[in-house]
């Protein structure tokens, strides 16, 4: 994953987009007050096991119901969303075999913070070639885009 970090936070930083501040934190390390202070996100996470990483998994279950994420009755995210509602955010899911059960698990997850799909969800599998760099550049200048507006 660090290549594909690097270059999404190389996309983010892009010269010719102005006016945004990237602020890079481990899912390990970021706070509540990381997400309420954010425009936007871009989540990373490889697919383990079929799951989203332990540390991203982490990540939520300490944020989410202090940034507003809201449940449903059942259990399942609801999307009403709370103060980071309606905020842009990209994913980028690396896996060896499979993606689906990382992908749809954080899916959930950011429906119940009610967060923005702001570009399709990046799913890269096996070895990293140069075209998945690239795309993991653009993911991250497309943020960046939409924040500097």
Known sequence: M???VERLLAGARD?????????ERAAFEASVEDVLGADGYVLATPANFGY???A???FFDSTFLAVGGSLSDDGSP???????AGRPFGLL???RYDTTGAVRSVLSIVGGLGWRQAAGVL????DVEDADRGAAYEL???????LSG
């Not at 010269?15 to 602020?23: D, H, K, L, N």
């Not at 609801?78 to 980071?84: C, E, I, L, M």
């Not at 799913?123 to 096996?126: A, I, S, T, V, Y």
């Open 78 to 84: 609801s999307d009403t969303g709370g103060s980071t």
């Open 2 to 4: 660090g290549v594909l």
């Open 15 to 23: 010269p010719a987009i102005g006016g945004v501040e990237v602020a």
């Open 123 to 126: 799913e890269l599998m096996g």
């Open 52 to 54: 989203m990483s332990g």
């Open 140 to 146: 991250g200048a497309t943020l960046a885009a939409l």
């Open 56 to 58: 991203l998994k982490h």
């Open 93 to 95: 899911v690396h896996g």
